[in-house]
């Protein structure tokens, strides 16, 4: 079974940067497409970017430039280095593991969270 925790979230300041972490436990073989995706009070959960077992990489258009996926295969974890967060960024981001070809949102395991406040 899939699981995964996330962590990195905290209060910054507009302008500032951080870095997530997501660290995957089990057998991802049939989860093998991972995203980080993050949801607003109010609003629904949208994708940020996600990543395939080649590395091709998807960026949602308010995260391209600013936002940067990467996985460490040995160490079971993957990242988000946010620069240049803005308040629009406060969210709960979560990650998630889910099946190449599928529905991210659908079929995707998810870990439990990590909250970014960006104040202005």
């Known amino acids: 079974q899939v699981q995964l925790v996330e962590s990195g979230g905290d209060s910054v300041p507009a302008g500032h940067s951080l870095r997530l972490s997501c660290v995957v436990s089990?057998?991802?073989?049939?989860?093998?497409?991972m995203v980080w995706a993050r949801q607003a009070p109010g609003q629904s959960r949208e994708r940020v970017a996600s990543?395939?077992?080649?590395?091709?990489?998807f960026y949602a258009a308010n995260a391209k430039a600013r936002f940067f996926i990467s996985k460490d295969k040995a160490k079971k974890t993957l990242y988000l280095q946010m620069n240049s967060l803005q308040p629009d960024d406060t969210a709960m981001y979560y990650c998630?593991?889910?099946?190449?070809?599928?529905?991210?949102?659908?079929?995707?395991?998810w870990g439990q969270g990590t909250q970014v406040t960006v104040s202005s």
């Open positions: 998630a593991a889910y099946p190449c070809g599928t529905w991210w949102e659908r079929f995707g395991v």
């Open positions: 089990g057998d991802t073989y049939s989860h093998d497409c």
């Open positions: 990543i395939d077992p080649d590395g091709s990489k």
